[in-house]
């Protein structure tokens, strides 16, 4: 079982919030320890979970929650966002997916919304040039010049962005958390997240495609032979974000957002006020 520390701010100003966030954690499944500030309106929380989850278990409080910080080793977190103002995305997709290193792994926990239900492919990119949306970032992360492969293959058989598949429920809502023994936070910071809109045949498939990019709709299903090389249909990647450095447990102090001056608080009501396309909200985070 890998455990996460994950910072929460959430608003207490006497000793009764303090149990009443303490109550909902206290022998919850997949929570290890907590501690509970009321000075400083934080919450750290150990646990096994997916951060949705914990956000969620937060809400029953009847608190507000926001997440401030993951893992506890410096230089070891990082985040990608799709969608405007920060990412790119086509249609309704956003959603928050955060990197932390523990131990020997690396958590890859995230929640993706305005999917259509089922299997969408999930990969690293080698660039983080966003200039043309998903178009221009690249091809798979894959240092080690191998073929396409899946997240449990062995690294020769796999490009190190291969992160398989996410799935959709039927609100549209793809919320995983995946354990990859291969990834460095500092390998990827400033290159590209993307969903796409196919599923991922993992390098399984018969054609020449599988072991390219899992024939996941990168370039579209159809090729035609032109002038001896293959020609593809434009990218079809349908949100994509870049990989930056994001706080560690402790590390975020901040408290009013430089850019427009509100606090954390009011920027959090503005974003749910502003979210469409799905009935769930992607847990907010300051970063």
């Not at 959603?95 to 995230?110: K, L, M, N, Q, Y």
Request: hydrophobic fraction near 35%.
């Amino acid at each position: 079982m890998t455990l996460t520390k994950i910072e929460f701010a959430v608003p207490m100003v006497c000793q009764s919030c303090v149990d009443t966030v303490s109550k909902v954690l206290s022998g919850a499944e997949g929570v290890k320890n907590f501690v509970v500030d009321l000075s400083q309106e934080r919450v750290v929380v150990e646990s096994s979970l997916p951060i949705h989850q914990l956000h969620s278990l937060l809400e029953t409080s009847g608190k507000r929650v926001i997440v401030t910080g993951v893992g506890s080793k410096k230089l070891a977190s990082a985040v990608a966002v799709f969608g405007y103002p920060v990412g790119f995305s086509k249609g309704h997709v956003q959603g928050v997916v955060r990197f932390t290193e523990v131990e020997e792994d690396c958590i890859i926990d995230g929640t993706v919304d305005g999917l259509k239900p089922g299997l969408h492919g999930f990969h690293i990119y080698s660039s983080g040039d966003l200039s043309r949306g998903c178009d221009s970032i690249g091809d798979h992360y894959n240092p080690y010049n191998a073929p396409h492969g899946g997240p449990d293959d062995n690294i020769k058989n796999r490009h190190l962005g291969d992160l398989g598949n996410i799935t959709s429920d039927e609100s549209g809502r793809a919320a995983f958390r995946i354990i990859d023994k291969y990834i460095k936070v500092h390998d990827i910071i400033g290159r590209s997240l993307a969903v796409t809109a196919q599923a991922d045949d993992l390098g399984r498939g018969s054609n020449a495609e599988s072991k390219v990019d899992g024939n996941a709709g990168e370039r579209g299903s159809t090729a035609t032979m032109n002038k001896a090389r293959l020609e593809f249909t434009p990218h079809n990647r349908i949100g994509c974000g870049i990989i930056a450095r994001s706080a560690g447990i402790l590390e975020n102090t901040k408290r009013i957002c430089l850019c427009t001056g509100r606090t954390l608080w009011d920027e959090n009501g503005l974003t749910a006020q502003a979210s469409t396309g799905s009935a769930q909200t992607t847990p907010k985070l300051m970063t």
